[in-house]
């Protein structure tokens, strides 16, 4: 019995680098604009997480 499993094949990327850096700038116009800490302290983790993808 040959049980040989395929690998998937490479996850293409969905946002590309302009993406990224349209999103960050978004991100960082709404921390402004926002009073909210917790949802600051959540824009700030995103924009960081965001930030590594570059």
Same mark, same amino acid.
């Given at each position: ?5 395929? =690998?998937?094949? @490479?996850? @293409?990327?969905? +946002? &590309?680098?302009? *993406?990224?850096? +349209? +999103? %960050? %700038?978004?991100?960082?116009? !709404?921390?402004? #604009?926002? =009073? *909210? %800490? *917790?949802? +600051? #302290? &959540?824009?700030?983790?995103? !924009?960081? @997480? ?5």
């Amino acid at each position: 019995m040959n049980t040989t499993t395929k =690998e998937p094949g @490479r996850a @293409r990327a969905l +946002l &590309s680098t302009a *993406d990224m850096k +349209l +999103l %960050r %700038r978004a991100l960082e116009s !709404h921390a402004k #604009a926002t =009073e *909210d %800490r *917790d949802e +600051l #302290a &959540s824009i700030n983790a995103l !924009h960081h @997480r965001l930030g590594t993808y570059n």
